[in-house]
Nanobody
């Protein structure tokens, strides 16, 4: 059993910054690859960023490259998503997810999901 809890969402103005956190419990955090995904109303859930078990490799969707940074602190069992230069189109519910073993960018490969945190970017 793995539980994931996101926090740090909120309302920000376009061009602003926000840092999301995802705290994990239940199993050894360092044995999981982690990912961030988002879903806007009426749209499919999409990949945002991913990070390997050790944190040595990161991956980003084209839409957020250069603006978002994913990182992890295995000592704190936490993964982060630093979001800069936010745009209204970034508005969505953001979810963190965990996958046992190697990294994957495929949504069905993730076994555990958090409840999501709302990010709203005003223009």
């Amino acid at each position: 059993q793995v539980q994931l809890v996101e926090s740090g969402g909120g309302l920000v103005q376009a061009g602003g910054s926000l840092r999301l956190s995802c705290a994990a419990s239940g199993r050894t955090f360092s044995s999981f690859a982690m990912g961030w995904f988002r879903q806007a109303p009426g749209k499919e859930r999409e990949f945002v960023a991913g990070i390997s078990m050790s944190g040595g490799r990161t991956y980003y969707a084209d839409s957020v490259k250069g603006r978002f940074t994913i990182s992890r602190d295995n000592a704190k069992n936490t993964v982060y998503l630093q979001m800069n230069s936010l745009k209204p189109e970034d508005t969505a519910v953001y979810y963190c997810a965990a996958k046992a073993g190697p990294y994957s960018g495929i949504i069905p490969a993730y076994d555990y999901w958090g409840q999501g945190t709302q990010v709203t970017v005003s223009s």
